[in-house]
């Protein structure tokens, strides 16, 4: 069965500092890969994702995330956190028509 | 703007009762899912649905059933409450190899 591994269950960055968090997925084949995000008292929207073509994808909020294949990964960087950034952020391989879910990243951001 | 909406933002019931809890999507999507959040567990998935009076099961379908009579409403239903259902409950619909939207979620406390 396909599995996420996301490595931090909790981050906590000073704002300014810049992001990275890492996520593995199980499966080697052909992949659709997302992040979603929830902030405090809100529904989990999507972040990017990625279905083909260049493996350097743009989200919204100043988010990217690089794919690389051939380590099974789906980080997503931003170079400078605001205080805002303060959620909790899923990642998520699709099979089939379902996702696989990571467990979650809390990240906490010091104003 | 995608919009699902869930039936409850807070619920409570007492073991052993019968619970429905209903979603609602206005985009046309076919496919509809009952994930359960749980801290540390991230997303699991309980049932999907591909169409119309189509399901199929998730991760985790024990202690729940599903309902899609029409294509816009997806019904999970727990026959008979316990404890350890106490979670989120969150509904998402997606175009077929499409990204999956999120409603609110439910908070579902079983006494």
């Known amino acids: 069965a396909q599995s996420v591994s996301q490595h931090n269950h909790h981050v906590i960055l000073s704002e300014a500092a810049s992001l990275e968090l890492g996520c593995n997925y199980s499966?080697?084949?052909?992949?659709?890969l997302f992040w979603y995000v929830q902030y405090p008292g809100q529904h989990l929207q999507l972040l990017l994702k990625y279905f083909s073509g260049d493996p350097l994808v743009k989200g919204i909020k100043g988010f990217e995330a690089e794919f690389i294949k051939s380590k099974f990964s789906f980080n997503l960087r931003k170079p400078s956190v605001q205080w805002s950034d303060t959620a909790e952020y899923f990642c998520?391989?699709?099979?089939?028509?379902?996702?696989?879910f990571g467990a979650g990243t809390i990240l906490r951001v010091k104003s | 703007d995608v919009k699902v909406t869930q039936s409850s933002r807070y619920l409570v019931k007492r073991t052993g009762e019968k619970v429905f809890l209903e979603c609602v999507q206005d985009?046309?999507?076919?496919?509809m899912f009952w994930y359960r959040q749980d801290p540390g567990l991230g997303l699991r998935l309980i049932y999907f649905?591909?169409?119309?009076?189509?399901?199929e099961k998730g991760d985790i379908p024990e202690g729940y059933s599903v309902s899609r009579e029409k294509k816009e409403r997806f019904s999970l239903i727990l026959e008979s409450a316990s404890t350890n259902q106490t979670s989120m409950y969150l509904c998402?619909?997606?175009?077929?190899?499409?990204?999956?939207?999120f409603g609110p979620g439910t908070r579902l406390t079983v006494l």
């Open positions: 649905s591909y169409d119309v009076k189509m399901k």
């Open positions: 499966y080697g084949g052909t992949v659709n």
């Open positions: 998402a619909s997606s175009f077929r190899q499409g990204a999956q939207y």
């Open positions: 985009m046309d999507h076919e496919n």
């Open positions: 998520a391989v699709k099979n089939g028509n379902k996702l696989v």
